[in-house]
C-alpha cells in the first residue's frame, strides 16, 4: 500500500494538470494554450478550482512523498503504516475529486485527513529511523 500511495501522489499532480490543460482549453481555447500565456486567465469557474487543486496536490506530495520514501527503504511494514499510506491515497484522491466538483465541506474534511496521514507518517519514519519525533 505504501508503494501505491506515493504512485497515487505523483499521479494526482499529473491528472491535475491535465484537467488545468482541458479547463484552459475548453474556456479560453487552443490559442490561449499554445500562446506564451502572458495574458492572465480569471480563477473563477472550474479554470480557478483545476488551477488550485494542482497548485495543493504538488504541496501535498512534496510533504509526503518524501517521508513515504523513506518509509519503504526502511522497509515499514507495520499496519499502522500500510493503513496511513490508504487513508492519505483516499483522501486525496476524494480532495481532488471534490474541489473540481465545489464539494467544499467534504473537500475541507479531506484535505484535514491527508494532512494529518502526513503528521502520521512522518512520526513513524522517524521513529523507524531511531530519531524521536520532535
Known amino acids: 500500500m505504501l508503494?501505491?500511495?506515493?504512485i497515487v501522489a505523483g499521479a494526482l499532480v499529473w491528472i491535475s494538470a491535465?484537467?488545468?490543460?482541458?479547463?484552459n482549453l475548453t474556456n479560453v481555447g487552443a490559442k490561449w494554450v499554445m500562446s506564451d500565456r502572458s495574458q492572465a486567465i480569471s480563477s473563477e469557474g472550474f479554470i480557478g478550482r483545476s488551477a488550485r487543486t494542482?497548485?495543493?496536490?504538488?504541496?501535498?506530495g512534496a510533504m509526503y512523498i518524501p517521508v513515504a520514501v523513506m518509509a519503504l527503504f526502511l522497509h515499514q511494514s507495520a499496519s499502522i503504516t500500510a493503513v496511513t499510506a490508504g487513508v492519505y491515497a483516499t483522501a486525496r484522491?476524494?480532495?481532488?475529486?471534490?474541489?473540481?466538483?465545489k464539494i467544499n465541506s467534504l473537500r475541507s474534511l479531506s484535505w484535514l485527513v491527508g494532512m494529518i496521514c502526513?503528521?502520521?507518517m512522518t512520526v513513524l519514519t522517524l521513529q523507524a529511523m531511531g530519531l524521536p519525533p520532535t
Do not use: D, K, M, P
Open 3 to 6: 508503494t501505491l500511495s506515493i
Open 18 to 23: 491535465i484537467g488545468q490543460h482541458v479547463g
Open 54 to 60: 494542482l497548485r495543493n496536490n504538488v504541496e501535498s
Open 93 to 101: 484522491v476524494i480532495f481532488t475529486l471534490c474541489y473540481w466538483l
Open 118 to 120: 502526513i503528521a502520521v
